[in-house]
C-alpha cells in the first residue's frame, strides 16, 4: 500500500450538478476507503462531512496524514487555507444545462417542488440565490472576510469577484468539463495512472421537462458570470491541447 504521507494527495473541488457524483464514486475504487475523505466509517455526518468547511478544518493531523483524496462541495479558499499542497481538481459545467440539471434535481429530490414547472422552481429565491446564480463564479471567488462556512453564502458577483475566480481557476491543477468528461478521465489517467470509467452517472438529474426559450434565455442573462468563467476553462484548456499538440 502506497505510504499516504509520500505519495501525491488529491483535493476534488465539487461544483454541484458537474457530475462530481461519478467522480467521487470513482475515487473510492482509487484509494482504500480510510484514505477518502469523507468515510461513511469514520464521518458520521456525510452532509456535513461534505460542506461544513469549520469540519473540513478542524480534521485531526493524525486523520489528515491518512487522507489521499478528498471531495467535496467546498469553495476554493477553503481548499486552500486547509492545505495549498493538495493537487486540485475540479470539472465546470455550461451554465445553462448546470442550471436545467439543478432544477430538475428540485423535482426529483425536493419534496415541495415534485411537479412543479422548473420555470416556477427558478422562482424560488432559495434555489436561485444559493444553488443557481453564477454559483460556479461563487466557489472560485469566496474570499476572506466571507461567511465561509460552506458555499451556500450569498455573494454579490462583480467584475472583481469574476477576476479573482479566473485567476483561481488557472490554478486548479486538473481542470475539466462535464461536456468532456472522457478528456479529464484520459487525463487523470496519464498523469495519475487511475483506472477511470466515463459511463458512470451518479445522483444525475432525471425526466423529461420542457425546457422554455424564456427561461433559457433568464439563465444566460442571470449568470452572466458564470458564462464568462465557462468561456474562460475552455480557453484554458484549448491553450493546455495546443501546447501539448507542439510538444
Known sequence: MADPTTEPRFFFIHV????????RFQLRAQFPSPQVYPDPDIDANMQQAYSSIEYLWSLPAERRRQIRAYSGHFPWIAVERFDPSLVTLTLLREPIDRSISYLKHCTHYHPQHKGMPLEQIYEDQFVFQFFIRNFQTKMFSMREGDELKNCMEVIDIDEERLALAKRNLERV???GLTEHIGDFAETMAQRFGWQM??????????????VPQ?????IATDNAAD???????????ASLAGES???
Do not use: P, Q
Open 245 to 247: 499538440a507542439k510538444a
Open 173 to 175: 491543477d486538473v481542470l
Open 214 to 218: 424564456s427561461l433559457i434565455e433568464r
Open 227 to 237: 458564462v464568462a468563467l465557462y468561456d474562460h476553462g475552455c480557453h484554458l484548456l
Open 197 to 210: 470509467e466515463t459511463d458512470t452517472t451518479v445522483n444525475a438529474a432525471r425526466g423529461d421537462f420542457e
Open 16 to 23: 454541484m450538478k458537474t457530475a462530481g457524483w461519478s467522480l
